[in-house]
């Protein structure tokens, strides 16, 4: 089993639907975590960054964090085109400099 | 801009070869990692400097692979006798030293072996 799992999708909504995206994780010691975006042929973008549970919002973008499900989610209101690239969950241990990312899931928002 | 380049974008070699790759972090930033990611797979970690010291190597990093970061500013990531399944994009990270520092990323290198 790996330490984060995540659905690759692919994944099609419209223009202005919420998009929800998820993580599962194994290691209960991981205590901060990340959305990243990549588009294709780019590396990946920070888009959110979380410690420990709770949720945070960065205008169309929030994140959640349930420690005790092991599960962190983000949901994108109001998609856009531009918003179509692939979304990886990362996340880290307290002290550790590795993070461990999911698969990603491809998102495509049609027009 | 002022963000994490990394020098080439594409490296096309044959079976075999030896290749380097470059990384110049963001400036401020004192610590840089190494990730390989594979087509449909998120980045795994490969190294991690803080300054010109090598910390951290995953058990991923083979001994034909060396990594340096001299002065602690740059790093060359340098492969040995390329096989078929070093092809990947190689994928450069720095962030701000402290615990838990949010890692910036590169645009990366797609290595593909002939």
């Known amino acids: 089993q790996k330490e984060v799992e995540q659905d690759p999708g692919p994944l099609s909504v419209p223009e202005g639907a919420i998009v929800s995206l998820n993580c599962t994780y194994s290691?209960?010691?991981?205590?901060?975590f990340m959305w990243y975006r990549q588009y294709s042929r780019k590396g990946p973008e920070l888009l959110m960054y979380?410690?420990?549970?709770g949720n945070k919002e960065d205008g169309r973008f929030t994140a959640q964090v349930d420690k005790s499900s092991k599960y962190i989610s983000l949901f994108i209101r109001d998609s856009q085109p531009s918003d179509s690239a692939t979304y990886l969950c990362a996340m880290g241990e307290t002290g550790a400099n590795n993070l461990f990312f999911g698969t990603g899931t491809r998102l495509t928002v049609i027009p | 801009d002022t963000g994490v380049s990394q020098d080439p974008r594409h490296k096309i070699t044959k079976r075999g070869q030896n290749v380097t790759f470059r990384c110049d972090p963001i400036?401020?930033?004192?610590?840089l990692y190494w990730y390989r990611q594979t087509l449909g797979q998120g980045p795994e970690f490969l190294t991690y400097f803080q300054n010109e010291a090598q910390l951290e190597k995953s058990r991923l990093l083979s001994d034909r692979f060396s990594a340096e970061r001299p002065k602690g500013s740059f790093s060359t990531l340098e492969i040995q006798r390329t096989e078929q399944g070093d092809s990947a994009m190689y994928l450069c990270?720095?962030?701000?030293?402290?615990?838990?520092?949010?890692?910036?990323f590169g645009d990366g290198t797609r290595l593909s072996i002939l």
């Open positions: 990270a720095s962030s701000f030293q402290g615990p838990n520092q949010p890692q910036h």
């Open positions: 400036s401020e930033h004192n610590r």
């Open positions: 290691n209960s010691a991981f205590q901060y």
């Open positions: 979380t410690y420990s549970s």
